[in-house]
């Protein structure tokens, strides 16, 4: 029976991903500092300990008790348009508390590591986006995940750390945190709706993304230790389709019984336009297997949201630059609307 470590196992990928390894048979403990994610989250099963991967003595203390077959390292802060305005907190949580887990993991023999970066690594203007290509992160977020990405590259030749990247996008699904204000659009979109406040886009809303079930995700983050082939390799995983972010609003407003429900447009944000990847690598070691679609996707998701129902979103308080501060994130706004 393989002893697993799932970080950030409170959180929404961490917390299927967790169910989806107790099923396989492993032991999983949890490691979550509940910054993001909630504890009845938690599959029941699962051992849940509380604590931050920026905590190094905490890291070690809990490899040297818990002889880890495998690491699955989900935990970060996920905000790649607030990153510009969090750098030190973003590489805290981002990169030093991933080099406490590495070298834990090193010095206790762990089997496989299994990292959750990003395709924010890819930055703009390479649609698809697949492996091969040179990453260019364009905010904080993506260069703090790319940068784990080499230290893994380096570990393994360096000390023979086994290790498999993937790079998931726009993940979406029960369990999410709904109230965060600064990620995960599904989420805010269905948090606005139920709350009766208006749906809140940057930009036009013509800027696309492959929205992606966590159903779809998981299998293969979750067996990769066991597939030789994934080994040292890096793999997108998600959705194949892209739609507009206008697109995916009213596909919610549907989802959720309020068609045509207001709108208010912010001025654009700094990022990325377009961005979807190609998946061939991921089907060729992984295998094929059918993709939920997003309108089935949303409606699981909105039938979790509405029995859960929403939550209270609240501000980041420790921003660190405040200029240029998109307005949506300040405490007053003036944006235009739609009906």
């Not at 750390?161 to 599904?186: A, C, K, M, S, T």
């Not at 307005?327 to 609307?337: G, L, V």
């Amino acid at each position: 029976m393989a002893r697993s470590l799932v970080t950030g196992g409170a959180g929404f990928i961490g917390a299927h991903l967790t169910r989806y390894l107790l099923e396989q048979g492993d032991s999983v403990t949890v490691l979550d500092d509940l910054s993001g994610g909630f504890e009845d989250n938690v599959d029941a099963r699962a051992t849940l300990v509380r604590g931050s991967i920026i905590d190094a003595e905490l890291i070690n203390d809990l490899f040297t008790d818990g002889k880890f077959t495998n690491v699955y390292h989900c935990a970060a802060y996920a905000a790649e348009g607030l990153s510009h305005f969090i750098k030190r907190f973003n590489y805290m949580n981002n990169v030093v508390g991933s080099v406490n887990l590495i070298n834990a993991s090193v010095n206790n023999d762990v089997e496989c590591f299994v990292f959750t970066s990003s395709i924010a690594v890819y930055g703009s203007g390479q649609t698809p986006m697949t492996e091969s290509m040179r990453p260019e992160p364009e905010d904080s977020y993506g260069i703090a995940k790319y940068a784990v990405e080499r230290e893994l590259a380096v570990t393994y030749r360096m000390f023979g750390l086994p290790y498999v990247i993937f790079r998931p996008h726009n993940v979406y699904g029960e369990l999410q945190n709904i109230g965060d204000r600064y990620r995960n659009v599904l989420g805010i979109f269905m948090n606005q709706i139920m709350s009766g406040d208006p749906i809140s886009i940057f930009g036009d809303g013509e800027q696309t993304r492959a929205f992606s079930y966590v159903g779809d995700i998981i299998p293969a983050i979750a067996t990769s230790p066991r597939v030789e082939a994934a080994h040292q390799e890096t793999f997108n995983v998600g959705a194949d389709v892209p739609y507009s972010v206008n697109q995916l609003a009213a596909i919610v407003c549907d989802a959720l019984g309020s068609p045509g429900h207001q709108v208010r447009y912010f001025p654009a944000r700094d990022e990325v336009k377009h961005a979807f990847s190609d998946h061939s690598r991921t089907r060729s070691v992984f295998g094929d297997h059918k993709m939920t679609s997003l309108e089935a996707g949303v409606g699981r998701m909105a039938a979790w949201a509405r029995d859960h129902g929403p939550r209270e979103s609240s501000r980041f308080d420790e921003i660190e630059i405040s200029r240029n501060l998109p307005s949506a994130w300040r405490t007053t706004a003036a944006p235009r609307e739609s009906a």
